[in-house]
């Protein structure tokens, strides 16, 4: 479900699995549907349907009948896509997630009809906290886990020196405070607050991060109640942080409305439209995808530390942004679990909670036969008394 920037990419990793027979792909515009076909080959697993996913009973129709759906939509569209899920009896990974009012009652409704939802099964969220348990698992108590992930454009030029990698018509820019661990307590710090800076190998620039708040699923990993500090952020081109403070002291981030010549307008709503031209990804541009996450506690009474690190590029061969990589190839290698019944628990299931071990390890692999390699690294220090 969509044919914007992810969702083809899904497709087609999906029609070149042999374990698929068929791949369905939905989109409300034909324009975008056709154009998704024609670049995917018009290969014959392929079919195409014009499809508005707030229409609960056509968009049932629809899925009924196939084995996995794969939910690449606008955010506050991607509830309906779940519910027409369970209510077709198909299995979906989402490559975001429903918001907290609606999980209990959509966990409820797929437990009861028998559907398994993975939520933010994408890059971040998805892979990113994926890595986390991973490195969780092989230590015996955790300390620290500490998450920076990023899209970025290889060639960045202004206003932002960004621009939008997922999809849609938004730049994702949300101030206000996230959650952090330190010193064992939860605390709030503003999003747009600066970290330190960070280097990736192979990007000549040092790269800026700003606090965004970690995911409240890793609390599904057991290790993980102990830890001391946790914070996830992400990367941009230095001076990013600047102007997005800026814009924001300026009103223009507010979703309040206000009143301009006799009319209600939305800051942000006109912000966007004005700077969209600006920051939308044209076709050609190239941009990269870079991750980093460190687990740190005790393994055989040794300070352990595991690292993970993951600079993706953009696929020139087949013209495939890295962000829909990285993103819609983890989801597509999980849709295909499901399709094969490798994950059994049903409901609103994250993937942190049965994407582990062996799926996990089958999961980097196939992500890494795909060009997307994540590199591993371990430290040890034993202390000395």
């Known amino acids: 479900m969509g044919a914007g920037l992810m969702g083809p990419a899904i497709a087609m990793d999906c029609i070149n699995s042999d374990e698929v027979e068929e791949v369905l792909l939905i989109d409300i515009d034909r324009e975008r549907l056709n154009k998704a076909a024609a670049k995917l080959g018009n290969p014959q697993k392929l079919k195409t349907r014009v499809q508005d996913v707030t229409d609960r009973q056509g968009l049932v129709e629809a899925l ?3 084995d996995v759906a794969g939910i690449a939509l606008l955010r506050w569209l991607n ?3 779940m519910w027409g899920a369970i209510e077709a009896g198909v299995n979906a990974v989402d490559l975001s997630g429903p918001a907290e009012k609606d999980w209990a009652e959509i966990n409820g409704a797929a437990e009861k009809t028998g559907v398994t939802i993975i939520p933010g099964c994408g890059v971040e969220p998805g892979l990113t906290e994926m890595l986390a348990a991973y490195g969780m698992d092989m230590l015996d108590s955790v300390e620290a886990v500490d998450i920076w992930c990023g899209g970025i454009p290889q060639d960045p030029k202004p206003p932002l020196d960004y621009k939008i990698v997922f999809g849609g018509p938004y730049l994702p820019l949300r101030p206000g405070m996230v959650k952090v661990i330190e010193d064992g307590e939860v605390r709030y710090v503003k999003r747009y607050t600066l970290g330190d800076p960070i280097c990736f190998e192979g990007i000549d620039r040092v790269l800026e991060c700003f606090y965004d708040g970690f995911p409240d699923t890793l609390y599904e990993v057991e290790k993980f109640k102990g830890v001391k500090r946790c914070t996830e952020k992400t990367v941009r081109y230095p001076g990013y942080c600047e102007k997005v403070n800026f ?7 507010s979703r309040e409305p206000i009143e301009f010549k006799g009319q209600k ?3 942000f709503e006109v912000f966007s439209k004005i700077i969209y031209p600006k920051v939308r990804l044209e076709e050609g541009e190239k941009d990269i995808t870079v991750l980093r996450v ?4 005790v393994k055989d009474g040794c300070q352990t530390r595991y690292t993970f690190d993951m600079v993706d590029r953009y696929d020139d061969e087949r013209g495939i942004t890295s962000m829909a990589k990285t993103t819609s190839y983890t989801a597509a290698i999980v849709a295909r679990m499901l399709g094969r019944g490798d ?3 049903k409901g609103l299931v994250p ?3 049965v994407i582990r071990g062996d799926l996990f390890r089958r999961l980097r692999r196939e992500l890494a036969e795909r060009g997307v390699s994540i590199k591993q690294t371990v430290t040890t220090k034993r202390e000395i008394s």
């Open 79 to 81: 509830v309906d896509a």
């Open 294 to 297: 460190i687990v740190e506690g």
């Open 343 to 345: 994950v059994s628990e």
């Open 247 to 253: 814009l924001d002291q300026c009103g223009l981030l």
């Open 265 to 267: 307008i939305v800051p």
């Open 64 to 66: 009924r009948g196939y």
């Open 351 to 353: 993937p942190v909670r």
